[in-house]
């Protein structure tokens, strides 16, 4: 399985961006996708995941960004809008062969057997 991400970048506060996560060797279909972000000098934390129709948010992006998947495409997308600076981290694609119907399993790091190389995300006037 491969995950490859795409789409950061650098953004002024109030931009939007959108991430994406190229899926191979899996379909984003029967898995729980997963994004996850790492600031600077923090550990990597949960921020967004999609399981069967079932999406789950960090708080403090709730109603910012938007997980979403294209089957056709088996590719799984990160919208995120106003965009903060302490939004500023690598951000993570994973996947998990799993589908998770409850938070606890979905924001686990532990879940997810599958993980891209992160995308820098950076937040800054």
């Known amino acids: 399985v491969q995950l490859v991400e795409s789409g950061g970048g650098l953004v002024q506060p109030g931009g939007s961006l959108r991430l994406s996560c190229a899926a191979s060797?899996?379909?984003?279909?029967?898995?729980?996708m997963g994004w996850f972000r790492q600031a600077p000098g923090k550990e990597r934390v949960f921020v967004a995941a999609?399981?069967?129709?079932?999406?789950f948010y960090i708080d403090s992006v709730k109603g910012r960004f938007t997980i979403s998947r294209d089957n056709a495409k088996n590719t799984v997308y990160l919208q995120m809008n106003s965009l903060k600076p302490e939004d500023t981290a690598v951000y993570y694609c994973?996947?998990?062969?799993?589908?998770?119907?409850?938070?606890?399993?979905?924001?686990?790091?532990?879940?997810?057997?599958?993980w891209g190389q992160g995308t820098q995300v950076t937040v800054s006037s």
């Open positions: 994973a996947a998990a062969s799993t589908i998770y119907l409850t938070p606890e399993f979905s924001r686990s790091q532990a879940s997810y057997e599958y």
């Open positions: 060797g899996r379909t984003v279909t029967s898995s729980t």
């Open positions: 999609v399981s069967s129709d079932i999406t």
